[in-house]
């Protein structure tokens, strides 16, 4: 005979309550794993190891903007250059909060025969949480500019102007990001992918300096997929298959994010850009409250993090693609 979950009756609620969100709270890994892998942009860092955690009061990013000059050929007895080169240093990015509710009726709740059910009743109320989490911040991502709460949206910080960590581009060329101007896909795209591909390579050296991801629109996507149609190699096959099961561009996966912006590609390198989210608060679950003047149970959800970059020279966009 099946263990029941616990004995049912109305003053058993809480308990049961704190049972159910003990336990979707142990499968923490399993909730960050389904609001990240339904993000491209974040499933493609996950898949990388770019999404990590930190704590303290800010987030610390260490910049490389220049080369140590020390390093000559030398011979026997040469005097070796020790002395000191600028060249890094280290910003800081503010922590960015987000934060919603799971809240459950009282007479809802009162209406609910057996323990079974209610369980069922609290679990799905968290899941439907959990995925408007994941879809607000996925809207977040791609805003045009950033507010003041906010994290860092892709489009400014993929950028050529503009203050990034404290650091305005302005001030500092080293810190802004490739940018080209598009135009008709079907005539000039690939040429165009061409040349942003090549300024990124061209900035600074060492690392890995070439794009390994390229996120654009639906149909930017369909418009390179077209691009390629020529090019396919087709292998024997009992069911007839016109598509391809992964595009490419340069060694670049090609994916597309329905909030990305109009017109716009991005060449992005997961060597230069971080996810970063607070150890404290990866969507971390409160306990069911119940307020003094409502007849509900509330608990709360917390996200704090932000989207960084150490090298955002070696981030581009192409824009006005049509």
Known sequence: MAQKL??????????????VREAVMKSGEYLHDQIFSAIPLFDYLNRKGKITMQGGASILIPLLYGKNSTFKAYSGDDVIDTQGTEGMTMAQEQWRSMAGSVTLIGDELRKIAGPEKLKDYAEAKIMQAMASARDALAIEMWKSSRAAKSVNPLPTLVDSTGTIHEINSSTSSWWAAQETSGGDFTTRGIS??????????????????????????????????????PSYRY??????????????????????????????LYMLNSEYLNFVVHSQADFKMGEFKEPTDQDVRSAKIIWMGNLVTPNRRRLGKLTGIS
Request: charged share 20%; hydrophobic share 30%; aromatic share 6%.
């Open 6 to 19: 616990h004995e049912w009756g109305p003053s058993n609620v809480d308990t049961l309550l704190t049972l």
């Open 192 to 229: 165009d992918m061409r040349t942003l591909r090549n300024n990124i390579a061209k900035q600074g050296q060492g690392g890995v300096r070439l794009p390994d991801y390229v996120l654009t629109t639906q149909t930017v996507h369909e418009l390179y997929e077209a691009s390629q149609l």
């Open 235 to 264: 292998t024997r096959s009992d069911d007839p298959d016109a598509s391809h099961p992964t595009l490419k561009w340069s060694s670049a996966v090609v994916e597309f994010d329905p909030n990305c912006p109009s017109g716009e």
